[in-house]
């Protein structure tokens, strides 16, 4: 298993397919060593045959960080190979959030202006760091309000941007961002109501990242900062965020806190029963679709689509 792994990072190059499947074996088996060395033979391929493809080398040296950092458990070298690789990509966002992730930073002011501040320095001379994260070492070295404002907008702009100029794994780039500014709006000093509003703004552009993990902690965060009728926006939107990450029951806990909320609220209620089918709770889920149907005054198009529904996940339409 270990040679066909290795001949199929040979035949391809590495993708980003072949190398999550070799780390999974990897992980299973114990032969982070042998993931590190295919990593380092095609970094070696790269230098020789195309030096000049940087994003290949980029997603080789994301790899290697990881193989050292979880598999080898070698957070120096880790951290080496990272700042090697910005040295030679810092246009690569996924490698300077590889590096603040390696160093706990992204949570933590102070480690994190360092470890910014510590690449931005290691980078080539006749290189440029990317705006977004200029920015971001601009914002730590002399945090703004105003600053902070802007930085969501952008990232709340970001999923429709990457549709024009795709990113493999735009949430593997870009989900640290949404952690770093998330973290610091949660506790900043700025008014709460707004604080909040930008938390959700900033959690609903994460989730349409597919950065599941980072929206579901900035929409809990943000929830403490939300007056009524927010509040409740911010709960709906967080079910789908721990929907699409198989969370049925978190989920459903959530809808339920949703329809204390905002009983006379379809949406909730739907929430609720959907998150009780998915998380096993039968009995519930048909209570709740039954209310639904009897109490809301549904189209026709709505009516039948909540009929399917609940015959698709409960297996009856009872």
Not at 82 to 105: K, M, N, Q, T
Not at 244 to 271: C, I, L, V, W
């Amino acid at each position: 298993a270990e040679r066909a792994y290795r001949r199929a990072a040979e035949l391809t190059s590495g993708t980003d397919m072949t190398w999550a499947l070799f780390e999974q074996f990897a992980h299973e088996t114990g032969r982070w060593t042998a993931f590190a060395d295919a990593l380092n033979n095609a970094m070696d391929r790269i230098e020789r045959v195309n030096p000049g493809n940087r994003t290949e080398l980029a997603r080789i040296t994301w790899w290697l960080s990881q193989a050292y950092a979880e598999g080898l458990k070698d957070r120096a070298l880790a951290s080496q190979v990272l700042e090697s690789g910005v040295r030679s990509c810092p246009h690569a966002i996924d490698l300077w959030g590889a590096y603040v992730d390696l160093h706990d930073a992204a949570r933590d002011r102070v480690r994190l202006k360092a470890a910014m501040n510590r690449l931005d320095q290691v980078k080539e001379t006749n290189s440029s760091t990317p705006e977004l994260l200029s920015d971001l070492i601009a914002y730590l070295n002399a945090p703004d309000w105003n600053v902070m404002q802007q930085v969501v907008d952008f990232l709340d702009d970001l999923p429709v941007a990457l549709q024009a100029s795709p990113t493999e794994d735009p949430a593997r780039a870009y989900g640290w961002l949404f952690s770093v500014y998330g973290s610091d709006l949660a506790t900043s000093s700025g008014p709460p109501g707004e604080r909040g509003e930008l938390l959700v703004q900033l959690g609903r552009a994460a989730a349409e990242l597919g950065a599941w993990v980072q929206a579901n902690e900035i929409l809990a965060s943000a929830l403490p900062l939300l007056p009524k009728g927010p509040d409740v926006e911010c709960l709906l939107l967080r079910v789908a965020v721990l929907e699409s990450m198989g969370r049925f029951d978190e989920a459903q806990k959530t809808a339920a806190d949703a329809t204390k909320r905002a009983p006379n609220d379809y949406r909730t209620q739907h929430a609720l029963a959907r998150q009780s089918a998915l998380s096993g709770r039968a009995a519930e889920a048909r209570l709740s679709y039954r209310l639904l149907l009897t109490r809301f005054a549904l189209d026709p198009p709505t009516r039948n689509t909540i009929e399917q529904e609940m015959k698709a996940l409960l297996g009856d339409g009872q």
